[in-house]
């Protein structure tokens, strides 16, 4: 009953700028969470950044001074800004959304996005 959407991936070369979009939508009563993790071939997938509902971040060490979130609340929707890209940080995207589904449930749920590429070369 929850979707994700990620937007924004595309090719850029070192030292240059993207950013990333994540919608959620369906039937959410409310959203605890949303938080971009990332998948390079032959790895694991890692955290990236992560914001609540109440606006705390934390960041991955690797990207810390270079990506920031932000978000819209009354779009459901939160943004990674990437600066300083560098070889390194191309991998998948994803976006997981965390909260509880509309009443009478109140049902606890965590959704994945379908991710969206980050390619970062020369």
């Known amino acids: 009953q929850v979707q994700v959407v990620e937007s924004g991936g595309g090719l850029v070369q070192p030292g240059g700028s993207l950013r990333l979009s994540c919608a959620a939508s369906?039937?959410?009563?409310?959203?605890?969470?949303m938080g971009w993790y990332r998948q390079a071939p032959g790895k694991q997938r890692e955290l990236v950044a992560h914001?609540?509902?109440?606006?705390?971040?934390n960041y991955a060490d690797s990207v810390k001074g270079r990506f920031t979130l932000s978000s819209d609340n009354t779009k459901n929707t939160v943004y990674l800004q990437m600066n300083s890209l560098k070889p390194e940080d191309t991998a998948v995207y994803y976006c997981?959304?965390?909260?509880?589904?509309?009443?009478?449930?109140?049902?606890?749920?965590?959704?994945w996005g379908q991710g969206t590429q980050v390619t970062v070369s020369s």
């Open positions: 997981n959304v965390q909260g509880r589904a509309s009443p009478p449930t109140l049902t606890p749920f965590a959704s």
């Open positions: 369906g039937s959410i009563f409310r959203i605890n969470a």
């Open positions: 914001i609540t509902s109440g606006g705390s971040t």
